[in-house]
Every structure is written in structure tokens, then in C-alpha cells.
């Protein structure tokens, strides 16, 4: 008997829909269709793949407030959040690729050393087979279509495993169906957890994984036992790093909407403020004022646009956020909060926390709500040690009218992603790799590399097949030792000269092998 999956609105309660997991033999067929799929797929041209992407492009188009309010439904975020962060971000995504895939999966030339003189190399870019896209709750279109649609653009037919908070049942597959993509070109799974590993366990050519360190750690350790590559973009602690020469006005609003846009269930939500010391009082202040100025569930009813924030959307999110808060409080942190919490509600109040100290979780485990802190410091070398001292690396942003500090500080970051006077930013360009490092993640998408890294990247060496053999190969001789020996002097050299040594030493290598190879 498969576990049932009871799906409930987490702002009303509501229950939506109940799901029974999907057989083992339902799965394995599952596998099957991809891997049928596949055949079709990677003999369509890129433009034909496209195709499919602008028919999905259309649909989303059409149907965007419809789809707004089921993911609203779904994850309890308020419309504008849905709008922007998941319909958007899939709409430029294909945009993006419908422009530049052609050329970033066409055949790449690559050049040939001279010592190899004759022979043509380049690259195909071959798609691998199916790709399992799993993916969190917190964006539940975007994490699952966006990979989806860079693993389809690159030849590869997929198989989505949303979360089983969000299964977006009637939702993500509706998209697919009557958009009239191409058949079994992108599946969904609904399921949880034992889904995901049994998928993993019928063995897709590639794992893109979207959701926590601890899931991240259980899928590389499971693929591991079948050699599968595995993408992981994980977890943040992003820090906000505002100097004394920053438009104060822009910091603080970009603090503002960066730790709380999304309800803070963002993987590059900023969790961590560091200020200079200069405008620090300030600074809290005005964030102070602005959070509190925002509307969330508990204080505003309607949405049409005009709600700020939406509610947590699990229940074990929301116990995080307040636990790490209490944490902070009962150790000598000091709290302050739009409104006190209420009892019972499902949403959580916008929360500044200020004294911090690093041990505190509030401080350094990621927090994935609306909660910032914010900690003073003096100079910049010290506000560059503190945004280091996490064990993440997903983004950032620095904020300063300095533009050569800003880039200074940037390259020292450790981080996939840095803003400059901006935040969360660098994802929404699609030209941009995307990826963390530390336990942020392993591997980049978007950009170039986001469909080359669903590509097998194929080197291939061409020689038109004229002479018997090559001077490398067999027999080996002390006459050929001899000339290796010369060519070794002679062929590193570069340059002219290095060119005009290398002329006698290949002239007498040709000869060689022709009388060798007779
Ligand atoms: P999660 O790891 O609990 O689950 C994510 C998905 O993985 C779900 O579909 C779940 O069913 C599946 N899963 C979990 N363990 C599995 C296993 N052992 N085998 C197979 N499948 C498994 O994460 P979550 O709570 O859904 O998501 C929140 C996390 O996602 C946060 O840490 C957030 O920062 C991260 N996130 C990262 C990015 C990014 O791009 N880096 C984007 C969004 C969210």
C-alpha cells in the first residue's frame, strides 16, 4: 500500500486534494515513457524543441492569473510573489533560451595544437537521457519547470518530483497537458521523499536536486551507488553587506524586500545584515519602520496585489523561524517584531534581530523565513570575515557608492552570487550561471552552462585518414626516442622561434613514419 498525500491550504486549512503515491511498477513505467521519450527527443532540432517550450510560453501566458491563485493555494505566498517568482522567472527562462540555445548547442570548434597538425576538434553538445528534476515548496513552479526546461532545450526528456508540500497537482501537470507540449517530453510524479529515491534507484542519466542540505546529502549518497551526476542547489545564510557611503534609502529598502519577498522562503533570502558602525542605529531604525509598514495574512485579508507578504508554508518552516527567534531572545539577542506573533496562525510576524552572537542559530543555520539580523561592524575587511563565517555560499549583495570597493569585496565573497547595490538579483538574469558553493550546492544552471551541464560533452578529434600511422604509435624505435627527445626541447618554446625549431623536427617526424608505416 503507497502512503496518501493529504494536500491542505496552508493559509485556510483547507484541505485541496489527497494524492496516493505512485507503485513501484507505476514509476518503472514512468521511467519507461522517458526513456522512449528520449529517442523522439534528441533527434528533434533545438528550434523544434523550442517549439514545445513556446507552446508552454503561451499557455503560461494565458493562464497566468489562474495559475497564480492555484499557487497561492498551494504555498500560501501572496499573488505578487507567485506572479513574479514563479510564472516570470519561467517565462524568461524561455525567452532567454529561444534566443541563445541554437548557438550554445551547436557543434563548437576548438583549436588544435600544432603538434596535432592536420587534425580538426570540436565539441557536440549530446543530450544525456532522462533527467529527474526534484524540487522544493518554496517557488513550485519555477524550481520545477525552470531546470525541466534547460534539461528539454538540451535534448533530454524529464521527469519532475515536486515536493509533497506542494505537489502543484492540477497545476504542473495541466501546464503540460494542455499546453500540447509533446508527450511525456516532461512528466510529473507526485510524491514524497520514498518517490524521489525510487526514482533515483530506476537510475535517470542525471539528478537536478533543488531543496536542503540534509536532502542534498541523501541524494548525492544515494546516486553515488549508481555513478548518477547529481546537481545540487541547496540552502543559504546570504548576507547584505551595507558600507557608510551606500544610498542608505536603497539599502534599506533592498533589505527589506530581500529578507521578506517570498515570506523569506527564499534560498538567497538576506538572513544576515552586517552595517557599518557609522550607520547602524540608523539603519535598524529605518528597517524597523519599513517592516513594519508591510502587510502579511494576519493584518490583511485581500490580496489582488495588494498583500506584501503570504504565510509560512509548513508548518515545520514556521517552528524553525520561531525557535531560532526564541533561541536568540532567551540568549541575550534583542527581538523586535511587526506585531506579536498570534497564536495559532500559520504566519509569522516580519522579525529584526539585533546583538546577535555567531553561535546563535538565528545567526548561523538558515533561517528560511521572514526574520533578518543585523550586526555592526567597522571595517572592510571585517565585514568581508563575517559575511565568510557560514557554512553556506549561495549569494550576497554589497552595498556602497564605490564601485571598486563593491568589486573588491565582491571577488572575496564566498559565494555563487553577488549583487552590487542590488539583491536577488543576479538570478533573475538568465544569462547568469546560478549555483552556490560551500553546502550551498554543487554544479551551476542557466546561462551557457546551464544547458551544457544536461549535455554529454562530446570531444571529437577528425583526421582525414591519409597517412598509415602517426609518429606516437607503434613501432617504437631509439630513432623516434631520439626525435621525441628533440620535439620535447623545441615544441613548448612558443613563439616564433619556437615555431621555426618545430619546422625541421616535424618535417624529419613525417618522414620517419611514412618509412615506418609502409
Ligand atoms: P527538502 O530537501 O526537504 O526537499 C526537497 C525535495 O526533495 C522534495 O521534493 C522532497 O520530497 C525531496 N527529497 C528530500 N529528501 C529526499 C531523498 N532522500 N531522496 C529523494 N528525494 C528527497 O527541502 P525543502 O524543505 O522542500 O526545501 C527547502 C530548502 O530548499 C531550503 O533549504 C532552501 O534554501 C532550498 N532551496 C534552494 C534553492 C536553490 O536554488 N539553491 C532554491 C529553492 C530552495
Known amino acids: ?52 517550450c513556446r507552446k508552454l510560453k503561451r499557455y503560461l501566458i494565458a493562464h497566468k492569473e489562474d495559475l497564480v491563485a492555484g499557487i497561492v493555494a498551494e504555498n500560501g505566498k501572496c499573488v505578487t510573489d507567485a506572479l513574479i517568482g514563479d510564472i516570470f522567472t519561467c517565462l524568461d527562462l524561455i525567452t532567454h533560451y529561444e534566443k541563445h540555445a541554437p548557438k550554445i548547442l551547436q557543434d563548437e570548434a576548438v583549436p588544435t595544437p600544432t603538434l596535432l597538425m592536420g587534425k580538426k576538434s570540436k565539441i557536440m553538445y549530446c543530450p544525456l537521457g532522462p533527467v529527474l528534476v526534484i ?39 495541466r501546464v503540460l497537458t494542455e499546453s500540447g507540449f509533446l508527450k511525456d517530453g516532461i512528466q510529473v510524479v507526485f510524491g514524497g521523499r520514498e518517490t524521489g529515491q525510487q526514482l533515483i534507484d530506476l537510475r535517470p542519466a542525471k539528478i537536478f536536486f533543488t531543496g536542503s542540505v540534509r536532502g542534498g546529502k541523501a541524494i548525492l549518497t544515494q546516486a553515488a551507488q549508481h555513478l548518477i551526476p547529481v546537481e545540487l542547489e541547496l540552502g543559504g545564510k546570504d548576507p547584505l553587506i551595507v558600507f ?80 531560532q527567534v526564541d533561541a536568540a531572545r532567551a540568549a541575550g539577542a534583542t527581538v523586535w517584531q511587526a506585531y506579536e ?44 570575515a563575517l559575511a565568510n563565517d557560514t557554512p553556506y555560499g549561495l ?4 552595498w556602497t557608492r564605490d564601485l571598486a570597493k563593491a568589486d573588491r569585496v565582491a571577488r572575496q565573497i564566498e559565494a555563487g552570487n553577488v549583487c552590487i547595490n542590488d539583491v536577488m538579483s543576479s538570478e533573475g538574469n538568465t544569462a547568469l550561471p546560478f549555483g552556490g558553493v560551500k553546502q550551498s550546492g554543487i554544479g551551476r544552471y542557466k546561462g551557457v552552462v546551464g544547458l551544457h551541464t544536461f549535455c554529454n560533452m562530446k570531444s571529437v578529434m577528425t583526421d582525414k585518414g591519409a597517412k598509415n ?5 607503434y613501432p617504437y624505435t631509439p630513432e623516434k626516442y631520439q626525435l621525441f627527445l628533440k620535439i620535447v626541447d623545441v615544441a613548448f618554446l612558443g613563439g616564433l622561434t619556437g615555431l621555426l625549431k618545430l619546422a625541421p623536427v616535424g618535417m624529419k617526424a613525417d618522414s620517419l613514419v611514412k618509412k615506418l608505416s609502409k
Not at 544576515?272 to 493584518?299: M, N, Q, Y
Not at 549569494?395 to 554589497?398: A, D, H, I, L, Q
Not at 600511422?469 to 604509435?473: F, H, I, K, R
Request: aromatic share 6%; glycine share 6%.
Open 1 to 52: 500500500m503507497t502512503a496518501t498525500i493529504v494536500k491542505t491550504n496552508p493559509r485556510t486549512g483547507e484541505t485541496l486534494y489527497t494524492l496516493q503515491e505512485p507503485t513501484p511498477e507505476a514509476l518503472a513505467a514512468t521511467m519507461e515513457r522517458a526513456c522512449a521519450a528520449a529517442a523522439v527527443i534528441k533527434n528533434m532540432p533545438v528550434e523544434a524543441r523550442l517549439d514545445e
Open 135 to 173: 524540487s522544493p515548496w518554496n517557488y513550485p513552479l519555477n524550481t520545477s519547470l525552470t531546470p525541466a526546461l534547460c534539461a528539454f532545450i538540451a535534448g533530454n526528456p524529464v521527469i519532475i518530483k515536486p515536493s509533497e508540500w506542494t505537489p502543484m497537482r492540477g497545476i504542473l501537470d
Open 469 to 473: 600511422a602517426e609518429l606516437n604509435w
Open 341 to 384: 506573533p498570534k497564536q495559532g496562525s500559520t504566519t509569522y510576524p516580519p522579525t529584526i534581530v539585533t546583538k546577535v552572537t555567531p553561535g546563535m542559530a538565528a545567526q548561523c543555520e538558515e533561517t528560511f523565513g521572514p526574520a533578518i539580523t543585523v550586526v555592526p561592524f567597522k571595517t572592510e575587511a571585517e565585514a568581508i
Open 244 to 323: 557608510e557611503d551606500a544610498n542608505l534609502e536603497r539599502a534599506v529598502n533592498g533589505a527589506v524586500w530581500g529578507a521578506l519577498n517570498n515570506t523569506g522562503q527564499g534560498c538567497t533570502s538576506a538572513e544576515r545584515c552586517f552595517v557599518h558602525d557609522s550607520i547602524f542605529d540608523t539603519f535598524v531604525e529605518r528597517l524597523k519602520e519599513k517592516f513594519g509598514a508591510l502587510s502579511t495574512p494576519d493584518t490583511k485579508t485581500e490580496d489582488g496585489g495588494a498583500l506584501d507578504m503570504g504565510c509560512m508554508t509548513t508548518p515545520f518552516q514556521l517552528d524553525i523561524v520561531r525557535t
Open 395 to 398: 549569494s550576497s549583495s554589497v
